[in-house]
């Protein structure tokens, strides 16, 4: 079956301690991005991924980092969260580019205290 | 880089009423609109997109249509069923680009 798998789905964690928000397709997608959905705000992209080891900064990147070191896999590190960063996260995956149909992960709600 | 805004954020119809979503974009150069719905609970799916080679695109109960010149896009639901109740996001980008800009979304409720 064709998905984007996240994990872990839900999280709670304090302040200053470092945690990772795995990503996963199995579509051979060249194109990763994460968003952060909060209310009112829609969705708004983290960072993105044209293809392995290309990464790039979305519109809030402040306190986020990513690696793309194999195609299918795309992780979302917060090395020292804060609690302004809780929302709920969504990785996605498209064929080659933003102007393809994205493929959206179930969603990762972090709660950082 | 492109803004995109959404009227209204919030939306109230009768089953069987149409639904009209709007849509705001800032960079001329843009030229893909998807228009994703998000059901309680769950992950954004599209349900329709249009690329800025065409003016109106259907499919069954749901349209979009595009205004290049006035750079504004809309979705249309026709005869509103309860299981259209959901956020609904559109969004703006170029079609070989990289980043794709959301609005801040329409909460649609469709009173049985």
């Known amino acids: 079956e064709a998905q984007v798998t996240q994990n872990p789905r839900y999280l709670i964690t304090v302040t200053g301690k470092k945690l990772t928000v795995t990503c996963s397709q199995n579509m051979n997608h060249e194109y990763m991005s994460w968003y952060r959905q909060d209310p009112g705000l829609g969705l708004r992209q983290i960072y993105y991924s044209m293809n392995v080891e290309v990464t790039d900064k979305g519109d809030v990147p402040e306190g986020y980092k990513v690696s793309r070191k194999e195609k299918r896999n795309f992780p979302l590190i917060l090395e020292s969260p804060s609690p302004n960063q809780t929302s709920l996260y969504f990785c996605?995956?498209?064929?080659?580019?933003?102007?393809?149909?994205?493929?959206f992960g179930p969603g990762t709600r972090l709660t950082v205290t | 880089g492109e803004n995109v805004e959404q009227h209204p954020s919030t939306l109230s119809v009768q089953e069987g009423d149409s639904a009209v979503i709007k849509c705001t974009y800032s960079?001329?150069?843009?030229?893909?609109f998807p228009w994703y719905k998000q059901e309680l609970g769950k992950r954004p799916q599209l349900i329709i997109d249009i690329r800025s080679n065409v003016g109106e695109k259907k499919d069954q109960r749901i349209a979009v249509t595009l205004n290049k010149t006035a750079k504004h896009f809309s979705l249309h639901i026709t005869e509103t069923q309860p299981e259209d109740s959901a956020v609904y996001f559109c969004a703006a980008t170029l079609i070989f680009g990289n980043m794709l800009t959301f609005g801040g979304g329409t909460r649609l409720m469709v009173k049985p």
């Open positions: 960079d001329s150069a843009s030229n893909y």
């Open positions: 996605a995956s498209s064929l080659s580019s933003s102007g393809y149909e994205q493929y």
